[in-house]
């Protein structure tokens, strides 16, 4: 298995601007994390799906931040307006249980607003 | 507020020698702690784990130490290899199963 997948690696973007990261799960995994990195707050969750449902959001900072996971195979995550303070590095994961050791975690999208 | 805290943002250890990491949690619910070792540009990889039922988990070079009573974890690396040289974060089992992370603690190891 290739692993989690995300897209893309980098983005740059001016604030105000809409952002779309993209997250393809190992096949077979009935979950799927959305984590922030930043200096001042490490790891956070920001939302996990079980089935494509939406269990969890109550990570998710403001409004202005959606996720989506139309089908087992890939999920979303849009910023919508995008602000300078949502720069950091977004991680998706997926596991076979809700809790399980064996979280496996994408390489990441390094996002910067400008 | 900070549930699982690493207080030291970086290490710096020199080979051969012993890493001590350590992790602080406030919630004395928790009954699952794990370590993530990140390298960069890489997503976070499960390390090592213990149960609150332990005090001592080993795996090879490897083990973590669990203080219930201090609320206190802490991963000890013998004998270091500068390819240890990551970032560890610790996490513990949240109430609804998932985990809750720190910050992170960067481990450099000097050759």
């Known amino acids: 298995d290739a692993g989690v997948i995300q897209s893309p690696r980098h983005e740059v973007t001016e604030m105000g601007q809409e952002v779309t990261l993209r997250c393809k799960p190992i096949?077979?995994?009935?979950?799927l994390f959305w984590y922030r990195q930043t200096m001042m707050r490490g790891l956070e969750l920001l939302i996990y799906?079980?089935?494509?449902?939406?269990?969890?959001d109550s990570g998710m900072p403001e409004d202005r931040f959606s996720a989506k996971m139309p089908n087992a195979s890939f999920s979303t995550l849009k910023i919508q307006p995008s602000e300078p303070r949502d720069s950091a590095v977004y991680f998706c994961?997926?596991?076979?249980?809700?809790?399980?050791?064996?979280?496996?975690f994408g390489s990441g999208t390094q996002l910067s607003v400008l | 507020d900070q549930q699982v805290k690493q207080n030291s943002p970086s290490l710096s250890v020199q080979e051969g020698r012993i890493s001590i990491l350590n992790c602080d949690y406030t919630?004395?619910?928790?009954?699952?702690f794990l370590w993530y070792k990140k390298y960069p540009a890489e997503g976070p990889t499960f390390l090592i784990s213990?149960?609150?039922?332990?005090d001592k988990n080993e795996d090879g070079r490897f083990t973590v130490f669990l203080n219930k009573s201090a609320k206190h974890l802490s991963l000890h690396i013998v004998p270091s290899q500068p390819g240890d040289s990551a970032v560890y974060f610790c996490?513990?089992?949240?109430?609804?199963?998932?985990?809750?992370f720190g910050k992170g603690t960067k481990l450099s190891v000097k050759p």
């Open positions: 994961a997926s596991s076979l249980d809700l809790f399980n050791e064996k979280l496996f």
């Open positions: 096949s077979g995994h009935d979950y």
């Open positions: 799906f079980n089935n494509n449902v939406p269990i969890d």
């Open positions: 919630n004395s619910m928790f009954d699952y």
């Open positions: 213990i149960s609150s039922i332990k």
């Open positions: 996490a513990a089992k949240g109430r609804q199963g998932n985990l809750i």
